[in-house]
């Protein structure tokens, strides 16, 4: 059911930008998708830099486009290039977001983003809408990066421990970043909370970087 959104909302992409692939991962694809709540996560590979007739064009889709059966919608824009070779702060073209009750984000011209290398690391696992394949296009991410920005959200949020609105999504992330250290793959939110469940929180990955919970 999300596929039919987003495969609507990728044909219109494809009319506003020079795009290689329109990559769609996250609970889209996973067991964790609640329809009329769960965004829809885009990665959109573009052959070149977009010009800014091109960003005026994708941010008025994205600003009235249906994304129903989503509640909202993620999408980063990519070249080709920095899609091929990632860095540890890759550049971002365009990123664009829409959820209930908020201004519409959006973001141009990214010079360095250290959390695009986890986007590009889990939609690796996606699936292409249209246009090359994820592996075709994707280059794979350096472990070493994904753990040390893992660290760093994990400490930013234990100084949060009162931010009531955001914890559910703080404590499911966090067991996302724990499975991927001891485990070196993705999975949904829900899936890393039945496994952390099953786990010591002192389980650490032996000769990487330390994730403690």
Known sequence: MASEGAERIAGALLAAAPVRSVILHGS???????????????????????????????????????????????LDVVTAATAAVPSRTPPVELHLGRHPGTALEVAPKIAASPDLPAELSMAREGYA?????????????????????SEHWLTTWLALLDDEDHAV???????RMWHYAVAGTHTSKTAAAHWALDRDPSQRKGGGAVVDL
């Open 28 to 74: 889209a694809t996973t067991d964790d998708f609640v329809p009329g709540v769960s965004d829809l996560d885009l990665l959109v590979v573009v052959d070149r830099p977009l010009d800014a007739g091109e960003i005026a064009a994708l941010t008025a889709l994205i600003a009235t486009t249906d994304v129903a059966p989503a509640g909202g919608i993620d």
């Open 129 to 149: 809408l249209l246009g090359s394949a994820p592996h075709a296009v994707l280059g794979p991410v350096d472990p070493a990066w994904l753990l040390a920005r």
């Open 169 to 175: 999504f703080m404590v499911l992330t966090a067991c």
